[in-house]
């Protein structure tokens, strides 16, 4: 239920006037079925992040996760412009940014890593983000995004995924102050 808190978050945020940009990534179903996952920028283009792999035997170098091979030049071309795109114009520190996620695909990119880290020491910069529940090997990024002093994190569960969103709204505001 991340993303779509995310999308209530930035729907709630946009009309109470916050500038936003950034993105998120969406589920693609193909037949019921999920055969991927898009980048969605809240400007509204749309790329591919990964899709199902049937091929193991390809020779150039994948970058998987489970059943999905990552895009990664698609999703690079389409992330990385929006995250940099943070430092410019008078209005920063006062626009919230929206990372929805930061996780095992994105991950393999080392300019997105760059990036995200960038965005996260610029001064005065709101980010509104989602990270993965720690499971298995951590990822380093993550980690280091969890236990920093200027980041809140919410646990999203199913119990509290509808009534957490007027918290999440209320300290981006909170942010921008």
Same mark, same amino acid.
Do not use: C, N, P, Y
């Given at each position: 239920g991340k993303t779509t808190l995310i999308q209530k978050a930035t729907e709630a945020l946009k009309s109470s006037g916050v500038p936003i940009d950034g993105f998120y990534t969406e589920e693609v179903r193909e037949g019921g079925r999920r055969i991927g996952f898009d980048v969605v920028t809240l400007s509204g283009r749309r790329g591919t992040l990964s899709r199902l792999g049937f091929d193991s035997s390809t020779a150039r170098r994948e970058y998987r996760v489970g059943q999905y091979v990552v895009d990664l030049v698609s999703f690079e071309h389409l992330v990385l412009p929006v995250l940099r795109n943070v430092d410019l114009g008078s209005d920063t520190g006062k626009k919230v940014? =929206?990372?929805? !996620? =930061? @996780?095992?695909? !994105?991950?393999?990119? %080392?300019?997105?890593? %760059? +990036? =995200?880290? %960038? #965005?996260? #020491? +610029?001064? @005065?910069? #709101?980010?509104?983000?989602?990270i993965p529940i720690p499971k298995g090997k951590p990822l380093g990024l993550v980690e280091e995004i969890r236990s920093r002093k200027d980041v809140k994190v919410f646990n999203v569960t199913k119990e509290n995924r509808d009534n957490i969103l007027q918290d999440i709204v209320t300290t981006v505001q909170n942010c921008r102050k």
């Open positions: 940014h =929206v990372i929805d !996620e =930061v @996780g095992k695909m !994105e991950l393999f990119s %080392q300019s997105f890593i %760059q +990036a =995200v880290r %960038q #965005t996260l #020491t +610029a001064s @005065g910069t #709101t980010i509104l983000g989602t």
